[in-house]
């Protein structure tokens, strides 16, 4: 149980463009859910925590109209990366926490990354 | 000065080896600790929490010391599949609304 899933898994995209990556929580209800930035051989910087039917709560230094975030449903969640350019670059990772799994709801589940690159 | 600091690494050690990875914290009002796990291009896996009694899991050892602001992890008898990167984590809850925060990683490379 506790399976997070994020589609695209890589995606590359003209400067510009918008790019849109999907998590999901496949066998719970994830009423928190966490976006991640990866730069290489750096830590993971938590971009935004979304409550699901809320607007998302940004952490400081994070455009919040340059990345949306929609968290419609109790399974669902998507960030779109408005008008991508090259230092957008970078893998994203969403986390899920919530009800119906073994551990407690404050345990956070991962999903497998989408790895941007943004010509 | 950053909220979760770790060894910088790599360690590069041989199989069998026994290594040990140190984590400082700054917000002496976190309340959970972890030790992640993560393998190239690949999401963080949680290994094992983090208590102040220390928690042993095989051939893996936490500790917790909050005086120290202070996590460590040990890896006895080290196999060529613990090659990842290990990342410490760090919760508060009441003041920071129960979001991870991670230190850098450290790179551990065990060589046949």
């Known amino acids: 149980g506790a399976v997070v899933s994020q589609h695209p898994s890589r995606v590359i995209c003209k400067s510009g463009t918008s790019v849109k990556i999907e998590c999901r929580s496949l066998d719970f209800q994830a009423t928190t859910m966490f976006w991640y930035r990866q730069f290489p051989k750096k830590s993971l910087m938590l971009m935004a925590t979304s409550n699901e039917g809320s607007k998302a709560t940004y952490e400081q230094g994070v455009e919040k109209d340059k990345f949306l975030i929609n968290h419609a449903s109790l399974t669902l969640s998507t960030l779109t990366v408005t008008s991508a350019h090259p230092e957008d670059s970078s893998f994203y990772i969403c986390s899920a926490s919530g009800a119906g799994v073994r551990e407690d709801t404050d345990t956070q589940y991962f999903g497998p990354g989408t790895r941007l690159t943004v010509l | 000065r950053k909220e979760v600091e770790q060894d910088p690494g790599p360690f590069n050690v041989p199989e069998g080896a026994t290594v040990a990875f140190n984590c400082t914290y700054s917000n002496s009002a976190s309340q959970s600790f972890f030790w992640y796990r993560q393998d190239c291009r690949k999401e963080p896996k949680l290994l094992m929490s983090?208590?102040?009694s220390g928690n042993e899991d095989g051939r893996f050892t936490a500790q917790l010391n909050r005086a120290s602001q202070y996590i460590s992890l040990l890896i006895r008898d080290s196999k060529l599949s613990d090659s990842a990167t290990y990342l410490c984590?760090?919760?508060?809850?009441?003041?920071?609304?129960?979001?991870?925060?991670f230190g850098q990683g450290t790179e551990l490379s065990v060589k046949p």
């Open positions: 983090v208590y102040s």
């Open positions: 984590v760090v919760i508060d809850f009441y003041n920071q609304g129960g979001k991870l925060i």
